[in-house]
């Protein structure tokens, strides 16, 4: 990567003018990082590094301008990566990096192909990324989505690094929870209501009358008893279409009341999970997102993964009874006051399942674990690696990235319900079906997970150059169009050896430095969980590269004739955007058109 070849000359300079006298600097001082940044100005230089500022203690020089010119006196003169440097400010080095090494920047490109931009930085290391995890009770919705799309590429980045990367969605379908008996048994009077049975509906959120809803007009005969709807139960057109699906699939099994009695809820429990899951599956898998696991909770229990955890960790001394309860330690591993691991009526808290989750990844062999969670809960973060640290682990290998809200805006208006008249905004049936899941991933992905995130549904639509997703495409399909007619006219850059050193304009430099900072940006979106940086540097490409246009003639036409041998360079340069745009929509999970 230029960044990582530009800050070894810099720290070979530094010993060299450490050898030549001009530092007392010890081999240990020499061990250096050099943090280089780019100049919002170009005429600043392609770099810039502040390492001279910084060596002031070490060196004993209080004139960071000297020391920045002791250094520069050691930077070769004929370097093929630094054209000039020079010292700036209070003892700024700047880099004007050298058009020749530019150049040799589309070979590689073109040698490495898919690999451009890769690296094996994070060889060796097993990363598990668990995400979205929606209770099994709802849809996916567009706040999971924001999840999905960050935790997606977070995987493809860390690939990307040469990592082994899992991708897992955590069901919670503990035998104990008391959100699926209600769900269940939503789902069960909605399938009653099927059959015929006419329900009593609380008003959503106020103290009104009820209100009677018939039952199924469809059904096979007309029943009287009025079934009452509980106050707290799952509302939406969801839960309805899962009723609709096991009248299906079992026709009136389980009338009234034997669908409300515990063989029936049990029945229902566990058909209403298997849907809602499915549900969710195809609806992830609608934007895109495969997991490699579906871990269900309800395994942790079985197995006696939980009882076994709370058994190491009473070993290891970090709980202790009271109150006829056992409780964690957790105050004094980090959390604000410790946390009820088994319930006086011996019933294990989610405390306890999650230490046992968490051990069962560690032991299937992954020695780095990333957790996407909703800003939402920023109060479990700390319980959590309590319980992880109980256990004995090493809670710097668990991170847990919390991320903001997003909302979606209509003609101007937030929206507010979902289009199946539920409280739920659906990622598949409010955004996704009607936007696409390209347009989704990018919208999600344009700030950072930190803020608060705005999709304008109607600007996501257009396919016009104000949509992000659809300037960026076009940049690609655009680039693959000059190629296909160079093809046509017998001009392709394959059939020559084009002479590179002919792209000395302003708008190809541009292009090319962009092209070199690739690699770095990859390794800084994956290194700093930032995949924004890679929406925005794709539209800076795509805005190079139609500055490009406008000021250098790729192929001649019948207004303007362009020599066949800038032809060519011309026709690299293009080919090696085209690669490089490929690879960065493949890593952002986006396609990458070759005609729009």
């Not at 006419?198 to 209100?211: F, R, W």
Request: hydrophobic share 40%.
């Amino acid at each position: 990567m230029i960044s990582d070849d530009l800050s070894d000359l810099i720290v070979s300079a530094i010993r060299t003018a450490t050898d030549a006298g001009e530092f007392a600097l010890s081999p240990e001082d020499c061990v250096l990082s050099i943090k280089l940044e780019k100049p919002a100005n170009k005429q600043h230089g392609d770099f810039s590094t502040n390492i001279a500022l910084t060596l002031k203690k070490a060196t004993g020089i209080s004139d960071s301008r000297d020391i920045a010119a002791r250094i520069l006196r050691h930077i070769p003169s004929e370097s093929t990566l630094v054209e000039r440097a020079e010292v700036a400010g209070p003892g700024f080095l700047n880099f004007y990096l050298n058009p020749q090494w530019l150049h040799a920047i589309l070979d590689t490109i073109k040698s490495e192909g898919a690999r451009y931009g890769k690296s094996c930085s994070r060889h060796g290391q097993r990363i598990l990324i668990e995400f979205v995890s929606a209770n099994p009770t709802g849809p996916i919705s567009v706040v999971n989505g924001r999840a999905a799309a960050l935790g997606d590429v977070l995987g493809n980045l860390f690939a990307a690094q040469g990592a082994e990367v899992g991708r897992e969605f955590y069901i919670n379908d503990a035998l104990n929870s008391l959100q699926l008996e209600k769900f269940a048994s939503s789902v069960a009077l909605r399938y009653l209501q099927e059959l015929g049975h006419p329900l009593s509906i609380p008003a959503p959120g106020a103290d009104g009358p009820d209100v009677s809803e018939p039952g199924s007009p469809n059904a096979a005969s007309t029943k009287t008893a009025v079934l009452p709807f509980p106050k707290d139960g799952y509302r939406g057109e969801y839960v309805r279409d899962i009723a609709r699906a096991i009248v299906a699939d079992i026709g009136d099994k389980y009338d009234y009341p034997a669908a409300l009695q515990p063989e029936g809820i049990a029945y229902f429990r566990q058909a209403t999970l298997h849907k809602m899951v499915e549900s969710q599956r195809a609806s992830l898998e609608a934007f895109g997102l495969y997991y490699d696991t579906w871990f269900y909770e309800s395994s942790l229990y079985e197995s006696g993964a939980v009882d076994k955890a709370i058994r190491l960790i009473i070993e290891r001394n970090m709980a202790y009874e009271k109150d006829g309860a056992l409780w964690l330690r957790s105050s004094g591993l980090g959390d604000d006051k410790d946390r009820v691991l088994v319930r006086s009526n011996e019933k294990a808290t989610y405390v306890a399942a999650d230490a046992a989750y968490h051990d069962n990844k560690f032991n299937r062999g992954y020695n780095h674990l990333i957790n996407i969670w909703g800003a939402d809960h920023h109060g479990y973060v700390a319980r959590l690696k309590a319980g992880v640290a109980a256990l004995g682990y090493d809670v710097s290998k668990l991170e847990i990235i919390l991320t903001q809200m997003v909302s979606l805006v209509r003609d101007g208006e937030a929206v507010i319900g979902g289009k199946r008249k539920g409280n739920v905004i659906e990622l598949q049936q409010d955004l996704v079906d009607e936007v696409g899941e390209d347009a989704a991933r990018f919208y999600f992905l344009l700030n950072s997970y930190e803020t608060p995130a705005t999709v304008d549904v109607e600007l996501a639509r257009k396919q016009s150059m104000d949509n992000p997703v659809y300037y960026v495409q076009y940049a690609h399909a655009r680039l693959c169009s000059i190629l296909a007619k160079a093809l046509a006219e017998d001009a392709s850059p394959t059939n020559f050896a084009p002479q590179l050193g002919l792209l000395v304009d302003s708008a190809e430099l541009d292009v090319l430095r962009k092209l070199a900072d690739y690699p770095t940006e990859v390794n800084a979106a994956a290194d700093g969980y930032a995949p924004h940086r890679l929406t925005r540097y794709a539209m800076d490409l795509a805005g190079l590269m139609n500055v490009f246009y406008e000021n250098c003639r790729v192929l001649s036409g019948k207004d303007e004739i362009v020599p066949a041998e800038l032809s060519q360079a011309r026709l690299v340069l293009v080919d090696g955007a085209r690669i490089v745009m490929s690879n960065l929509l493949a890593l952002l999970g986006i396609s990458a058109p070759e005609k729009m």
